[in-house]
């Protein structure tokens, strides 16, 4: 009795471990028989093994959604309502996500005391289940939702399609700290088209030094202090002026809900939508920082060398493949069920772009090992793709050319007012008494001292003190 019971606790155990850490070593029995074997009969001996790593992101257990739907409904969903149907584990996680945000939102409004303290104990419940377990799959959805849209939006059916599309960005995002209508303006408009490139792009890592925590302190508080208005600002300057109107629209919504939630449903805007709102920016700008760690000085526009590549790692398992990064970047509207392919059959072209791909880490490792100054570490993690591999120390000096600061232009006076008029946005906001709005009130004297103390440039943009002038350029 006692032996079963342990094999039971160890079964629940191993289960609960797959949700955050799948399992990587082996293949989805499902998919054993659509595995090709000439893909390694045929690569090149250099390149062998990262093709046998990306196997198993290829054909490993899919984890991205917890819940399974009845056979007949999901039929239905593949074959009469998707416009592709391997965008199934797309939708059943926007569903999944769906569940647990009603959920919540009920016990908070309709469950928990509203004047007791004690109700706010609900935060231990609420927010591991919302960011520990479904915020990188929610995030990687929508983004993969944003770049493929799930439901046509043609025929007499359209306008649902466009509504469903939208709810992910709209109404999900705010629960993740992503304000509502600004991801796609960001993402596939801002960055996607500037392609992480300074000025241009806001979220760009090109002029910070990558290695160093500070840097990444001071790319988050710009982008917590800046994009609201610089998104619509961005998309005047592309004449996308629909766009811009849009980015308007929804931002004005959400600054009014939210300041009538946090009256109205204090409880549920502190623990739902308060939370995210501090939280976000610190996620999301430590996941772009680290796709965008390494960019090569040489041609920082190349996609083989403004980002990395991560194989048969676990978090590709709930991410949609998001480790294929240089992929993504080279073809955004590649599927994400086909990234992996993707990268075996243009493995050449990553090659000779001089891509750096690692094995077994995700885009976080990689970040933190180079604040915590593990660079020689990092580079045994390396999968090299050359005939000729580098040695040790020659590994160690390419990643180090390719975290140093990149100065292509600075900003023009027109964003610099744009930054401005944002924080004076949110000094107005904290004055009017917005909720939070203190945060990003106070965090703009620090964005200039920072500015000019410890990234040595004005607007983080036109040099004021080379990095290796003056002093030694060290945190």
């Known amino acids: 009795m006692g032996g079963g019971g342990k094999a039971v606790n160890g079964g629940v155990l191993s289960r609960v471990a797959n949700v955050f850490n799948p399992d990587v070593e082996e293949f989805d029995p499902k998919l054993l028989s659509e595995i090709d074997s000439k893909l390694l009969e045929n690569c090149k001996p250099h390149h062998r093994e990262a093709i046998e790593l990306t196997l198993h992101d290829m054909y490993g257990k899919r984890m991205e959604a917890l819940i399974t739907l009845p056979a007949s409904w999901e039929a239905y969903l593949t074959n009469q309502v998707l416009r592709d149907k391997r965008d199934y584990p797309l939708l059943v996680t926007f569903i999944q996500c769906t569940l647990w945000i009603a959920f919540t939102t009920c016990v908070q409004l309709f469950v928990l005391p509203k004047q007791s303290s004690w109700s706010y104990l609900w935060m231990l419940v609420h927010i591991p289940v919302t960011w520990a377990v479904l915020a990188e799959r ?12 799930l439901f046509s939006e043609k ?34 408009v801002m960055h996607h088209q500037a392609n992480n490139c300074f000025p241009y792009d806001i979220s760009s890592t090109m002029p910070y030094d990558r290695s160093k925590f500070s840097h990444w302190l001071h790319y988050m508080i710009n982008f917590l202090l800046h994009t609201m208005l610089y998104l619509p600002f961005y998309a005047v300057l592309k004449r996308r002026y629909a ?43 430590l996941g772009n920082f680290s796709q965008h760690i390494f960019v090569d000085p040489k041609d920082p526009s190349n996609n083989y060398g403004l980002a990395t590549n991560h194989l048969k790692v676990p978090f590709n398992m709930v991410t949609f493949n998001d480790g294929y990064h240089i992929t993504h970047h080279v073809n955004s509207h590649c599927h994400w069920s086909q990234m992996p392919m993707h990268f075996i059959k243009n493995i050449d072209k990553y090659e000779e772009g001089g891509a750096i791909c690692f094995k077994g880490l995700n885009f976080n490792d990689v970040s933190i090992a180079l604040f915590t100054g593990r660079i020689d570490w990092l580079a045994n993690q390396i999968v090299q793709l050359r005939p000729d591999p580098l040695s ?71 040099p004021i003190l080379n990095a290796h002038e003056g002093h030694d350029h060290k945190d």
Not at 443 to 451: L, N
């Open 243 to 285: 766009l811009a109107g849009l980015s308007l629209w929804t931002t004005a919504c959400y600054l009014g809900t939210y300041y009538a939630l946090s009256h109205t449903a204090p409880l549920f805007f502190n623990i739902s939508l308060g939370t995210s709102f501090l939280m976000g920016p610190f996620a999301l700008m």
């Open 138 to 149: 929610f995030i990687l959805a929508m983004h993969y939702s944003a770049h493929r849209a």
């Open 155 to 188: 025929g007499p059916y359209g306008k649902v399609g466009w509504l469903l599309n939208n709810i992910p960005q709209w109404v999900l995002s705010n629960f993740w700290g992503m304000p509502s209508g600004a991801y796609y303006l960001h993402h596939i």
């Open 392 to 462: 040790h120390d020659e590994l160690v000096a390419m990643m180090r050319e390719r975290l140093q600061p990149i100065r292509t232009g600075q900003l023009g006076a027109s964003q610099k007012g744009i930054f401005f008029v944002n924080q004076l946005m949110w000094v107005a906001a904290w004055m009017l008494g917005f909720p939070y709005a203190s945060v990003p009130a106070l965090f703009a004297p620090v964005f200039y001292a920072m500015t000019y103390v410890v990234i040595g440039r004005d607007w983080a943009g036109a």
